[in-house]
């Protein structure tokens, strides 16, 4: 079966960064694009961008472009999801998905907060 | 970027009822390229629609959507006590993608 598996809570200071990885399984990496999600506490969702495992297009919300890079590695099945020069504002919970466009399978979510 | 308005933001009702639920979007959505998802409590989203009227695989016909261009509708027949949840609306027809603020659906 289909599963995305994410990386643990991380703790980070604001002007740090931080990388936080999606494990895929139960189907072939290549053939969907990677698309990550954002939920700051008690708020909606919040598209980052997308990235395609074959051939590395991406595409990211203009508001992160400066500070975000995906990436992944078709040896380990995994994408990578890294935020520079953190704010308190991208305290969230940080889903990577399956597929770029309707999102039909997610990873359980990891916690990123961001305090001094 | 297209804005997508929810309504209403939260929705009471009891089990067995129809639930109804709206998404409005600034600008026409290409293709009728809207998804539905539900979310629960310390849960990721599920995708329940995609391509504003297609049911995702193993989500009860009981959820449907309808809707194109600007207007868009989430409707469940006789609400089950696992429905209560949190709903979005997203699009996906032009970068960036957007999201709703979300519909409250309670008991």
């Known amino acids: 079966q289909v599963q995305l598996v994410q990386s643990g809570v991380e703790v980070k200071k604001p002007g740090t960064s931080v990388k936080v990885s999606c494990k895929v399984s139960?189907?072939?990496?290549?053939?969907?694009?990677i698309s990550w999600v954002r939920q700051a506490p008690g708020q909606g969702l919040e598209w980052l961008g997308w990235?395609?495992?074959?051939?590395?297009?991406?595409d990211y919300a203009q508001k992160l472009q400066d500070r975000v890079t995906m990436t992944t590695d078709t040896s380990s099945q995994t994408a990578f999801l890294e935020l520079r020069s953190l704010r308190s504002d991208d305290t969230a919970v940080y889903y990577c998905?399956?597929?770029?466009?309707?999102?039909?399978?997610w990873g359980q979510g990891t916690l990123v907060t961001v305090s001094s | 970027e297209i804005v997508l308005t929810q309504s209403p933001g939260s929705l009471s009702l009891s089990p067995g009822e129809r639930a109804t639920l709206s998404c409005r979007a600034s600008?026409?959505?290409?293709?009728?390229?809207l998804a539905w998802y539900q979310q629960k409590p310390g849960q990721a989203p599920r995708l329940l629609i995609y391509?504003?009227?297609n049911r995702a695989t193993g989500i009860p016909d009981r959820f449907s959507g309808g809707g194109s261009g600007t207007d868009f509708t989430l409707s469940i027949n006789r609400l089950e006590p696992e429905d209560f949840a949190v709903y979005y609306c997203?699009?996906?027809?032009?970068?960036?993608?957007?999201f709703g603020q979300g519909t409250k659906l309670e008991i």
């Open positions: 998905a399956r597929r770029a466009d309707h999102f039909d399978y």
């Open positions: 139960g189907y072939t990496f290549a053939n969907y694009a």
């Open positions: 990235i395609s495992p074959k051939n590395d297009n991406t």
């Open positions: 600008q026409s959505v290409t293709s009728s390229f």
């Open positions: 391509g504003a009227s």
């Open positions: 997203q699009q996906y027809g032009g970068s960036p993608y957007t």
